[in-house]
């Protein structure tokens, strides 16, 4: 059974960094095809994919938010990790982590998701 | 980039058709895939590489693919559909995940 957890801060203030783990269990990131995803929706908004890691360490970035993010894992703990540097409160959303369907890109597996406010 | 456009609500009484449409360019060139996400929880996938459907999932719910437009069709429609729906692609000439804007589901 896959499943997948968001943790961090709910709070940041404007110009900090969030970091955002995922932790997961059911699969290996070391399995070839497995990737894990970020995700995240501000509220009564659209779902904007931010990054997508692979099994291989191969990495993917939203266009438009790639100066800002950095996705790395953890295979010995099935983590997975999101920075996001100099936060507004534009960024403020509910950030998803999810799995990736081995050799479908789309994510077949999500986190419950966790809501984080940029406010001073 | 790659832009998938969605229109923001669909309504449809219940046991009647609905249909919502993805337009992107050239989409019959891509897997589109259409996630459900009922209030206040993540999204799921109903339908998947333009037209399957995962195990669990109704046969009501089908997807087709031509030209530039990509279409969910739900059947039958249940008061338990209402949500929002989006759709999603890997634009393959950016090597990115996009996601349309989403179509807010109301049964009347």
């Known amino acids: 059974q896959i499943t997948l957890k968001e943790s961090g801060p709910t709070l940041v203030k404007p110009t900090q960094t969030l970091t955002l783990t995922c932790s997961f269990s059911g699969f290996s990131l070391s399995t070839s095809g497995v990737g894990v995803g970020w995700i995240r929706q501000p509220p009564g908004k659209a779902l904007e994919w931010l990054a997508l890691?692979?099994?291989?360490?191969?990495?993917r970035y939203s266009p438009s938010l790639r100066n800002r993010l950095t996705i790395t894992k953890d295979t010995s703990k099935n983590q997975v990790v999101l920075t996001l540097t100099n936060m507004d409160p534009v960024d403020t959303a509910t950030y998803y982590c999810?799995?990736?369907?081995?050799?479908?890109?789309?994510?077949?597996?999500w986190g419950q998701g966790t809501l984080v406010t940029v406010s001073s | 980039s790659y832009v998938l456009t969605q229109p923001p609500s669909v309504s449809v009484a219940p046991g009647q058709t609905a249909r919502i449409t993805c337009g992107g360019s050239n989409i019959r060139s891509q897997s589109v895939h259409w996630y459900q996400q009922m209030a206040g929880q993540a999204p799921v996938v109903v339908v998947f590489d333009d037209s399957d459907r995962p195990s669990g999932i109704p046969e009501r719910f089908s997807g087709s693919n031509s030209g530039n437009m990509a279409t969910l069709t739900i059947r039958r429609v249940e008061a338990g559909d209402e949500a929002d729906y989006y759709c999603q692609v890997w634009d393959i000439s950016t090597d990115h995940l996009v996601f349309g804007g989403g179509t807010k589901l109301t049964v009347l």
């Open positions: 999810a799995h990736r369907r081995p050799g479908y890109n789309l994510f077949n597996y």
């Open positions: 890691i692979y099994w291989s360490d191969d990495k």
